[in-house]
């Protein structure tokens, strides 16, 4: 059985990486669709992980929402990751597999205006009411790639067309 079939039997990733622990903190990080997320993690629930955190950065590509799972019966840790368009920040809630997911999608809908659908109580967790969703967000020009933020590890799997991580043409130089 692959690495990537060991993680997730129910989905397809889009790409699964072996990272070095020492340098990240993470054993592998798994790239998702966000239709996906909520299969994924009833299945680590399943397989005995719990939901350490859930974060969000807002990059240049999109927004990308992070789900740290660790177990306590080993010192492995698995970063399930889903890129979100700026222009359509919605991804299922798996507030109804991890209950305590609850509070971290709401803390992630108040900073930086992230949906997530079906969530029971998406009401704002630590900012007034009437306070505008996404005050973390950052402007275009402040953005960075994911790529300049996160090391992925070294590729075991990739779905075809996945190209997040692709080496990056150069744009040509005009000429003078």
Wanted: negative net charge; charged residues 25%; glycine residues 4%.
């Amino acid at each position: 059985m692959s690495v990537s079939e060991k993680l997730l039997e129910t989905v397809t990733p889009l790409m699964v990486c072996k990272c070095s622990f020492e340098k990240t903190g993470i054993n592998y990080n798994v790239f998702l669709s966000p239709e996906d997320i909520s299969a994924a993690a009833t299945e680590m629930l399943r397989k005995k992980y719990f939901l350490e955190d859930i974060d969000v950065v807002d990059a240049s590509e999109g927004f990308l929402v992070t789900y740290h799972y660790a177990r306590f019966d080993s010192s492995e840790r698995v970063a399930h990751r889903v890129l979100l368009a700026h222009n359509e920040p919605l991804i299922p809630t798996i507030s109804n597999v991890y209950q305590g997911a609850d509070w971290h999608e709401r803390e992630c809908a108040d900073f930086h205006g992230i949906n997530f659908s079906g969530h029971p109580n998406l009401i704002p967790l630590l900012l007034d009411p009437e306070t505008p969703q996404g005050v973390l967000l950052k402007d275009k020009a402040s953005r960075v790639s994911v790529r300049d933020l996160i090391d992925p590890g070294k590729s075991i799997f990739t779905t075809e067309g996945f190209t997040l991580f692709d080496e990056v043409q150069a744009e040509p130089e005009e000429p003078k």
